[in-house]
């Protein structure tokens, strides 16, 4: 087994081709020789892991840093003919281990294939290559009047082609929902080689099953994306972010859904409890107001079309959450105030990780709303009970909540991965109890993989198997991953 990862790997591997000098000469011919890596050690460890942690890492055998779908598709006709293992790779920023290369073999890296190919106000759409960053897109389409609706808070990092692949979640599922909702075409190669065209700039098809949406989430097990066709929303009207400090977690929660019932335009509610905005606000060199006595945050964002019915609605929320128990409510009154509050948001996760470098982000379970506070309190109890530190946080009017849990001292890190999925495995076997699943938005990757399969019906599984053997007969894309081989 090469690599470190929980679980042996090495009977999977025994399936699959390896890269002899011949084959990699052919896969040179297929992405040109300056697009391929490989016999570099240095250079391929960056492809060895993503954001699931360092205790997940397996080497690839060579890296391919395709420039055209022509070139993907070349490159899945060698690998198809002589079996060999391919991953596909956005920016690795993923946290479910579904972007490293389990048994080697090529990972398919879509980095060079980062142009906005097209912004079409007319059809309210952009073409994109899959290694656009999100936020990039964000910004372009902005320029123009658009507002692209993805929002996952890796925005300035992760590739729509990743977000695309694992259907990402973000800080604006409420208002726009998650990024299926936003894809209305994909350009995808088949392991095969094959190029499939599916969707397009319409927003309406009832035209026979839809592969399209089946790639969405499907974390690079069925085809690999070379273009994407987005929605693009006008942009909103005004917004305003508020900063909600609570003496407890509970009156946080259970603020939640009375703010969403207003029925005023909320775009975003994140969750932030006291553990990890001390992490946050420490490793961004800030202090919120209220951090010393407040137990919890919410940071809600929302939106009006005027400045009257903006003022209103934060009048409105900010009453209801006084009432409600909450300590103060600040309105951010200028860019900068309100960047000072994302900024604690968006850098939780990487404070996390220089907090404790082993640290675990893969937590990620969605309940409804109604009983969200009862997942609060069964993941509090499960830190209790095991002495593990756990911060709270998350995509809260969801019902997506990330705990993130910290290696206790003297614990092995491999002892502590397989540790800290058993304690997550424990929290997802809740979260269906309640009515939830195990993951919104990071998917199933490796890390899942195992409570995942263990929780569904046979049946669902056998049909899901029954696709991802037409789409890769040869089980040669991802293997390992969501359905593990
Ligand atoms: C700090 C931080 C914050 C995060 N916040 C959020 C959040 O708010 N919401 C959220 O949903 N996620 C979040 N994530 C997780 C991650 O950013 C998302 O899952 C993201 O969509 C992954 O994109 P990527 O380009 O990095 O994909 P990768 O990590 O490279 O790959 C992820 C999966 O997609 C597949 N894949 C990638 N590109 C393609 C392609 N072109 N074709 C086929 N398959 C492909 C890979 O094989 C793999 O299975 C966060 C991560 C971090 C580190």
Known sequence: MTGTFFGNTDALRERYGKITPEILREIQEAAGAKNVVAGDPEALESYASDEAGIMFTSMPDAVVKAESAEQVAAVMKVASKYKIPVTPRGAGSGLAGAAVPLCGGIVLSLEKMNRILEIDPVN?????????????????VAEQGFLYAG???????????????????????????????HVLGLEVVLPTGTVLNLGGRIRKDTWGYSLMQLMVGSEGTLGIITRVIVNLEPKPGKTVNLLVAFPDLDSAVDSVAKVVR???????????????????ASH??????????????????????????????????????????????FVAESRTESGMIWNIRQNLAEAMRAHDPYCSLS???????????????????????????????????????HPIIFKPAGMEPMEWAEYAEAFYDDLTSVAIRLGGVGSGEHGIGYVKMPIFLHSKPAEEIEIMRGIKRSFDPDGILNPGKLLGS
């Open 363 to 401: 937590g990620d379970m969605v309940v409804p709303l109604s009983t969200v506070p009862e997942m609060v309190e069964e993941i509090r109890k499960a830190g209790k009970e095991r002495g593990i530190a756990v911060g709270i946080l998350g995509h809260i009017a969801d019902g997506n909540l």
């Open 151 to 181: 929002y996952p808070m890796s925005t300035e990092t992760s590739f729509i082609g990743g977000n695309v692949a694992t259907n990402a979640g973000g800080g604006k599922v409420i208002r726009y929902g998650n990024t299926r909702r």
């Open 124 to 140: 309210r759409v952009a073409v994109v290559e899959p290694g656009v960053v999100t936020n990039e897109l964000c910004k372009a």
């Open 284 to 329: 961004v060199n800030t202090v919120l107001p209220y951090q010393d006595r407040a137990d919890a945050f919410l940071l809600i964002q929302i939106e009006g079309d005027s400045d009257e019915r903006l003022e209103e609605g934060y009048e409105k929320v900010g009453t209801l959450c006084l009432e409600n128990g909450a300590l103060e409510v």
């Open 262 to 280: 207003t029925g005023i335009s909320v775009i975003s509610c994140e969750l932030m409890d006291k553990l990890s905005v001390n992490i946050a």
